[in-house]
């Protein structure tokens, strides 16, 4: 690993800011390490930000819901093949949102017929929520539109280096929510001390 002195450094953290959606290369990384957390977070989020627009841009118009329903449907899609069942909570953790949007979301899609709440047989307290068959055959219409479109976004890209980018990624995750999860709990210890 190349090593760089202090006035090269300088030269080069200069550059990278003055321009910051420049395309970043390995080499970047390998000559200064600093790069790889926040410019890396940074570029993450900006894949996000893209896919999610490319995707609000070329949604089938003749499916009337949103980003948002796209991924609520495709997770219970997913958990009903893996024989799961899904309740609000679920979603709050696995999409990152909190309890409010949450539930707006799912009356929102049980208004239009896409999700229905119905008594968890395990627990009577919980309400499970599922895809109704208008869900179902809207989930059959994403998920081939959403194939096509992610192809597009990975065209040209290896199968070895998407393979270790969804590990940094899913490594990312995995310490973010951990992270998380740690502070939530060093907040509740806070408050109970008031």
């Known amino acids: 690993m190349q090593r760089l002195d202090e006035d ?43 896919a999610d627009r490319y995707f609000s841009r070329t949604e089938p118009s003749d499916l009337p819901i949103t980003g948002t329903n796209a991924r609520f449907i495709g997770l219970l899609a997913r958990s ?52 109704t068959e208008q869900g179902h055959n809207t989930n059959e219409m994403l998920h081939s539109e959403i194939q096509k479109r992610g192809e597009a976004l990975i065209h040209g890209i290896p199968p070895e280096d998407l393979a270790a980018a969804l590990r940094a990624i899913q490594a990312i995750i995995d310490n973010a929510r951990k992270l998380t999860k740690q502070a939530e709990e060093q907040t509740t210890e806070t408050e109970k001390e008031r």
Do not use: W
Not at 13 to 35: E, G, I, M, Q
Not at 89 to 106: C, G, I, K, M, Q
């Open 8 to 50: 090269e450094k300088e030269k080069v953290t200069r550059s990278r800011y003055a321009n910051l959606s420049r395309k970043l290369t390995a080499d970047d990384f390998v000559t200064d390490p600093t790069l790889s957390s926040e410019e890396l977070l940074v570029n993450i989020h900006i894949v996000g930000s893209v």
């Open 80 to 131: 009903d093949r893996c024989g799961r069942t899904l309740h609000q909570t679920d979603f709050e953790h696995a999409l990152s949102l909190n309890r409010s949007t949450v539930s707006r979301t799912l009356d929102r899609m049980e208004e239009m017929g896409l999700v229905q709440r119905v008594p968890d047989p395990h627990d009577g307290r919980q309400l499970q929520i599922v895809l």
